[in-house]
């Protein structure tokens, strides 16, 4: 019996050196130290063995089943460590990889004008008001003091919407005049509005012209406005975006929605007027048309001419970055070259 136990130990000490992984460690286990197991099976021998045999027998037999039990322990831990350490190797993360770039956006150069222009007025009081693209006849030409047939629509070559009755009563806004007249049904003066938006002409696309391109309007209405308001306003705003010492020049233009009409034009900042290509040799720099809002306007709306006046103003928003950074074709705008706009 003695020997045998010898021998059993032996045997799973061996066994237990070669293991190397936690599945053959618990067959291993239940060999020798399960229920049906090795050295259970040599224990319930015990019981057939003469008593004085038993005592020495039965201790050996506990003896190898701690020191196995023991053993066992041992190696399961170092098995564990050393699966951890696997998996830790497998699963490394190199810190000193590079990350990936993260691309960065940019504001097209549209939007920073706009956003440039709307600060400004912003400062000065003016509320921002956006309105529809599409538009009525009415809202686009008739309330502005242009009937129908009326030649002054050749200013404004017009995209116009089917309709059911097949009428010209719908179109893609031309301007975004249409706003002031939106804005005085609504509200009552005092008003100081910036109407910025989309506006469509139904044109030949080439260098200068888009059938698709920004506007902002301005309107201020109230009791007592007068033409020096306009001009002491636009001068202010054309010193802020073109700089301190510009000088400002106003002509007499028509606009049927304005009378008087003008527009206003800035010595050239490149050639400071003595004249140069940008500004044709002429040294000043169209920027805006603007005036005194009609009578005719006013009344449409229901303000009372003798007691309210108002001056309003409208200019195109491509044209500002065209001539701050000498884009000399205003279909790189939207033709969405990024090469063109990430100099922005
Ligand atoms: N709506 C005009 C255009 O598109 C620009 C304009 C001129 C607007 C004079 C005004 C103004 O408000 O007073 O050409």
């Known amino acids: 019996m003695l020997t045998e136990l010898e021998e059993l130990r032996t045997k799973a000490l061996a066994e237990l050196s070669r293991i190397d992984n936690l599945s053959e460690l618990e067959k291993w ?34 003896d190898i089943k701690a020191l196995l039990e023991a053993e066992l322990q041992r190696k ?12 830790l190797e497998q699963t490394r993360i190199d810190v000193s990889l590079p990350g990936y770039p993260v691309p ?19 400062s000065m009081g003016f509320q921002i008001v956006e309105g529809p693209e599409v538009e009525w006849d009415y809202y686009n030409f008739e309330a502005l003091n242009i009937p129908k047939d009326h030649p002054a629509r050749d200013m404004w070559a017009t995209f116009w ?17 249409p706003m002031q007249i939106r804005l ?18 139904y044109e030949a696309t080439d260098a200068t012209h888009e059938s698709m391109f920004y506007q902002v309007e301005g309107l201020a209405v ?65 920027i805006l048309g603007a005036g005194m809002v009609h009578p005719e306007v006013l009344r449409r709306v229901n303000y009372d001419p003798d007691i309210y006046t108002g001056f309003a103003f409208g200019m195109g928003v491509e044209r500002i970055p065209m001539l701050r950074y000498g884009i000399d074709d205003i279909r790189l705008f939207y033709g969405n070259d990024l090469r063109f706009l990430k100099q922005f």
């Open 161 to 177: 919407l089917d309709t059911e009755s097949g009428d010209r009563s719908r179109l893609l806004r031309t301007h975004t005049s």
């Open 104 to 122: 960065l956006g940019r504001l097209h150069p549209t939007t920073r004008t706009l956003r440039e222009i709307c600060d400004i007025f912003v």
């Open 184 to 201: 005085m049904e609504t509200v009552r003066p005092p008003i100081r509005a910036l109407m910025p938006g989309r506006v469509y002409r």
């Open 76 to 87: 399961e831990q170092g098995l564990r460590e050393k699966e951890l350490v696997a998996v």
């Open 29 to 62: 286990r239940v060999r020798y130290l399960g229920r049906k197991g090795a050295l259970t099976s040599v224990l319930r021998g015990l019981g057939s063995l003469p008593i004085e045999d038993r005592r020495s027998a039965g201790a050996t037999a506990n």
């Open 222 to 286: 109230d009791q007592g406005i007068t033409m020096s308001d306009l001009k002491g306003t636009l001068f202010e705003f054309a010193r802020r975006l073109f700089g301190e010492g510009r000088k400002a020049r106003f002509r007499c233009d028509y606009f049927p929605f304005v009378e008087p009409g003008v527009e206003m034009a800035i010595d050239c900042f490149i050639c400071q007027g003595a004249g140069c290509r940008l500004c044709g040799n002429t040294g000043w720099i169209e």
